[in-house]
């Protein structure tokens, strides 16, 4: 006969409770459907308020993002949660599933970017595309120069396309299976294929990329049992980064101001191994900016290369970078970076303690510090310092 959750020794109810299939949701309401769960069951009651409580206490401890943390850094994000171990956890696992990825009202995973003159949009893994197909960049054809309405990208393969970056003339797009296809103008290399002599008016796998997985990462559509994978690519103005499986960073194009990060200037055609990234651990994250790129590593260390343009670069000078360099204001106050974005004339990055730090240009507010000024290296955003952001992105 079977036996009720009731009747299950607590300990036994508590690895269930810690398995990692359940999100912080799915605890508090089990929380409050039964007794069990709510009360402290006699572990560690002074502590822990309920079974539940302890059980998201042990998931936080075991997170990626919680676990390198630091004893202080770890206080603060529990007091900026109110006490409450359910939203630490809640936090850290909405800052993991963060995406590109948005879900409709009817169930549709979607995600859009825009480069200059063009639109692409994901809808349910199908990839649509409208605007002026300048270099091939709609990914449409050779006889489709303008398209004002959203038309399906064929591609070549099976494989359900689950990310997207668009620039101002070339589009990446990589695959659940991880392979990558890169549309638009090759003349500077950007799309990572050695012919540059005509645009690439259709998806192109990549080919020296082939047998490289590129990085994948959980969307914030992850159930209990289906996992939605995206893959990171990101295309800058006339240069792409690629972030492989195993969180090796791989570039191609335009190298004037040493975006590439190979410590020159000199442009690749095909995507190269950023060999000065290989001593500093595995790379979680990456963001291009129009001529200069961002990485973040796993212990939440930011690396900064390329051009030094309006002090994007986060170092508090405007000089070209031709390889990664810490942005050393976050070591310092021993702040562990979790995301980042860069725009064209500013950068933001979130902290594992959901604080928002801004740098760059400060035109029209755009870094919004509620003034105009430039900021030479990263400062918190104080109107969000009582909020806990999970993403962060500029268009």
Not at 80 to 100: H, I, T, Y
Request: hydrophobic share 35%; aromatic share 8%.
């Amino acid at each position: 006969m079977a036996a009720s959750i009731d009747e299950l020794p607590s300990h036994v109810v508590l690895e269930i409770l810690t398995s990692g299939r359940l999100s912080a949701v799915d605890l508090v309401c089990l929380e409050l459907a039964s007794s069990i769960f709510g009360g402290s069951q006699g572990l560690y009651p002074l502590k822990f308020r309920s079974l539940v409580d302890l059980a998201a206490f042990q998931l936080c401890v075991s997170h990626p993002v919680y676990a390198p943390m630091s004893f202080e850094a770890r206080k603060e994000l529990f007091d900026r949660c109110g006490g409450n171990w359910k939203r630490v956890l809640r936090f850290l696992q909405s800052v993991e599933q963060a995406s590109d990825i948005v879900e409709t009202s009817a169930g549709n995973q979607m995600q859009i970017k825009a480069g200059r003159y063009h639109t692409l949009l994901v809808s349910n893994s199908s990839v649509y595309s409208c605007g002026s197909s300048l270099c091939g960049v709609l990914g449409q054809g050779s006889e489709m120069t303008q398209c004002v309405s959203f038309s399906l990208i064929s591609f070549p393969s099976s494989s359900p396309v689950v990310q997207i970056s668009a620039s101002h003339n070339h589009a990446a797009f990589v695959t659940q299976s991880g392979e990558v296809f890169t549309c638009g103008d090759n003349s500077s290399f950007c799309c990572g294929h050695k012919d540059t002599g005509r645009p690439i008016f259709r998806p192109r796998l990549v080919e020296a990329l082939k047998g490289t997985p590129c990085k994948q990462e959980f969307d914030r559509s992850v159930t209990i049992t289906t996992y939605s994978l995206v893959s990171l690519v990101a295309a800058g103005l006339s240069f792409t980064m690629f972030l492989s499986a195993d969180g090796h960073v791989y570039t191609c194009g335009t190298n004037a101001h040493g975006q590439l990060g190979h410590g020159d200037t000199m442009d690749r055609p095909t995507p190269k191994l950023v060999e000065l990234l290989e001593g500093v651990g595995s790379i979680a994250q990456i963001s291009a900016g129009p001529s200069y790129s961002l990485a973040v590593a796993r212990d939440g260390t930011v690396y900064s290369f390329g051009s030094g343009t309006n002090f994007c670069l986060g170092h508090g000078e405007q000089h070209n970078e031709h390889q990664p360099r810490t942005i050393l204001s976050f070591r310092r106050k021993g702040i562990r970076v979790v995301r980042v974005s860069a725009g064209d004339e500013h950068a933001v990055a979130l902290d594992s303690c959901g604080y928002v730090y801004t740098w760059g240009k400060g035109y029209c507010g755009a870094l919004g510090h509620g003034d105009e000024i430039d900021k030479t290296t990263p400062a918190p955003v104080g109107s969000l310092k009582n909020h806990l952001a999970v993403q962060v992105s500029l268009v």
